[in-house]
């Protein structure tokens, strides 16, 4: 079974952490998962950097220009996480732009991250007609879930698509925004959050954009499987690099 | 085989939406009305009258006689440099300051290079009185002093783009990211026939007006309809688009994309898209760009601020691809120099994109009754400073 779908057969909240490989520093790649691991977290999401990230707020953008100054590239983080599994059993996912997976042979990459182990991937700019038309039968094969997004403006009849076309858990994006543009959650989001409830989908949601710390990943998980925290990591390892790791976790839950 | 976009925006293998699920309503939103709504008549009649008496149209068509004798064959000019604003930029404006208003929106945002889409929308916006966003690079804002000062004065706000390489290609990541932070009240006035679909094809139609106004204004002139050659620079490509709209389906109208070669292809400083993209995703669109082995997009360069795109738009990909368009490069140094001799010799100071499309008479030969029209899609006002430094006026 795949690692994703075993850990939401669980009967907890799934915290997921995002990163962007090769930041702080080029090298920091195995050490941020292995501490994530080891501080309870569930699930990581391993990003992937792109000069161009249309959806990603300045923290993110930040740290993918940085990362990218650093010398970070596709080839180079399979390089890097080649033995991956060898220390780890937490799911992983890989999250980044399309663009860089064309260039690098979408097929090329997905028999790539089976072999190291990777269990899904998240590429916001891949349309869900271009991925059923071209690519669905090449994730399947290598046993890589796709995830996708929905937002407060994607329709039901949309969402029913995208939970038609899911296996895993739908990245359900808290607020019109890029990451890290918002802080909390008000009333929009909570009548959101039921109804998207009230939809009886077959997937699991977990909420992105938006959760920062304890409170807000209380309120995002109240009526959702989990919540993923990017901006706020990438933030806490540009103020105390990678040492404190679990101490960022911990203040979580 | 068509030139034009299919049903889901496609020319040949490139175009296409491939944007994040954010961005989903507002482009489909425009997808499922935008065709309709360009059609009714109402729509059309305040368009057209709005190009007559508020742009100028139709922009002559002007033979060039001593230009045509140098060369030795027989060059029209389409006058879009006498456009209001001083471009063929403000066409597209127009029509979709129109469409923003038909679909409900409240809100303007644009991305700009230069400034000159910058200053055609700040205008259109002022014309409606509506509430306009101007997104531009951190380096151009300092670079195209005037243009930040006009889209002031028409009341637009101009915010710097400062992430990236703080130009053209990062304005659009900050107008794309604005309008994902506004997907209700906002409509996103994209300025070239880039980006997911439908814009390629929309801005191409309100460009259009060019190529048809061409194809009368020949039939006037030479009694014929289909010149031999229609040339334009390419960019992102909507004046291009425009010129060449009406005779894609034509095959024995030949097409010549100019590129801007910089200061050489090969030379590291270029963005000649064609001989040096690959296929690619940027800003929604699948079409060739310029980026690393790695899928990384890289910084274009030339003289012309109008022209350093690291892509094309999808239609000129396809061009390219299908052998349709004959694509020519140009660089800093022979587009300053056909620039000058315009000038010198019809008395028009044209803009250093349109200077890229004069340029190829050099080297690129005509026959004697050839009929060659060359879109002169801008004036050269905004360029003084760049002719200035360049031949230490």
């Not at chain 2, 243009?147 to 130009?167: D, I, W, Y």
């Not at chain 2, 669109?285 to 690291?310: H, R």
């Not at chain 2, 019809?346 to 030969?365: T, V």
Request: charged fraction near 25%.
């Amino acid at each position: 079974m795949n690692r994703i779908k075993q850990k939401l057969s669980e009967d907890k909240k799934i915290l997921s952490i995002y990163f962007t490989a090769g930041y702080p520093k080029l090298d920091d790649t195995v050490q941020i998962i292995q501490d994530l691991e080891k501080s309870g977290v569930d699930l990581i999401e391993i990003g992937l950097p792109f000069s161009d990230p249309l959806a990603d707020g300045p923290t993110i953008q930040e740290s993918s220009t940085a990362a990218l100054k650093n010398g970070m590239h596709t080839e180079l983080l399979f390089e890097q996480i080649k033995d991956i599994r060898k220390s780890v059993s937490i799911p992983l996912i890989l999250m980044g732009y399309f663009n860089p997976v064309l260039q690098y042979g979408v097929e090329k990459f997905c028999q790539k991250c089976e072999e190291i182990g990777i269990d899904g991937l998240i590429l916001p700019d891949l349309p869900l007609d271009v991925y059923q038309e071209e690519y669905e039968a090449l994730f399947k094969k290598h046993r890589l879930i796709n995830v996708f997004l929905i937002t407060p403006q994607t329709s039901d009849e949309r969402i029913k698509a995208i939970d038609d076309a899911s296996e895993g858990f739908i990245y359900m994006v808290s607020s019109a925004s890029t990451t890290g543009a918002k802080s909390g959650f008000g009333e929009e989001q909570s009548s959101y959050f039921q109804r998207i409830s009230n939809m009886q989908l077959k997937n699991p949601q977990i909420v992105g954009f938006g959760i920062s710390n304890a409170e807000t990943f209380n309120q995002a998980t109240e009526k959702t499987k989990g919540a993923i925290i990017g901006s706020a990591f990438i933030k806490h390892l540009t103020e105390n690099g990678v040492d404190s790791i679990g101490g960022f976790v911990s203040q979580i839950r | 085989m068509s030139y034009h976009a299919d049903e889901k925006g496609y020319y040949g293998e490139f175009g296409g939406a491939f944007i994040p699920e954010m961005l989903y309503p507002n482009c489909e939103e425009l997808r499922q009305n935008y065709i309709q709504i360009m059609e009714e008549p109402s729509f059309k009649q305040e368009f057209q009258q709005l190009l007559k008496d508020y742009v100028g149209r139709p922009t002559p068509l002007y033979f060039a006689k001593r230009l045509s004798e140098k060369f030795n064959t027989k060059i029209y000019l389409k006058r879009e440099d006498l456009c209001h604003t001083g471009a063929h930029k403000v066409n597209n404006t127009i029509g979709q300051i129109l469409m923003a208003k038909k679909l409900g929106k409240h809100r303007i945002i644009a991305e700009t290079g230069a400034g000159q889409h910058g200053v055609a929308t700040a205008t259109v916006c002022a014309l409606m009185g509506i509430e306009c966003v101007v997104y531009m690079g951190e380096i151009d804002i300092a670079r195209q002093a005037p243009n930040v000062a006009r889209m002031k004065m028409l009341g637009a706000e101009v915010r710097a783009a400062k992430s990236g390489s703080k130009t053209l290609k990062d304005a659009t990541n900050e107008a794309i990211r604005d309008w994902i932070n506004n997907p209700v009240d906002t409509h996103y006035i994209i300025g070239s026939v880039v980006g997911p679909h439908p814009y390629p094809d929309m801005v191409a139609r309100f460009q259009s007006v060019i190529s048809e106004e061409i194809k009368s204004q020949l039939l006037e002139k030479e009694d014929r309809e289909n010149p031999d050659y229609v040339v334009a620079c390419v960019g992102g490509g909507s004046n291009a688009a425009g010129a060449f709209y009406h005779y894609l389906d034509t095959p024995e109208v030949g097409i010549i994309a100019v590129e801007a070669a910089g200061k050489g292809i090969h030379s590291g400083e270029s963005a000649a898209t064609s001989a040096l993209g690959k296929v690619g995703i940027i800003h929604g669109s699948k079409t060739l760009l310029m980026q690393t082995a790695d899928g990384q997009i890289t910084e274009p360069y030339s003289i012309s601020a109008g022209l350093d795109y690291p892509g094309v738009g999808p239609m000129h990909a396809h061009l390219y691809k299908s052998g349709r368009g004959e694509f020519i490069s140009i660089t800093d140094d022979e587009a300053m120099q056909a620039g000058l001799e315009l000038c010198k010799l019809e008395g028009i100071i044209p803009a250093i994109e349109s200077s890229h499309a004069l340029a190829i008479f050099e080297d690129r030969k005509f026959k004697e009754d050839d009929v060659v029209v060359v879109n002169l899609s801008g004036r050269g006002d905004k360029d003084l400073q760049n002719y200035i430094d360049y031949f230490k006026l």
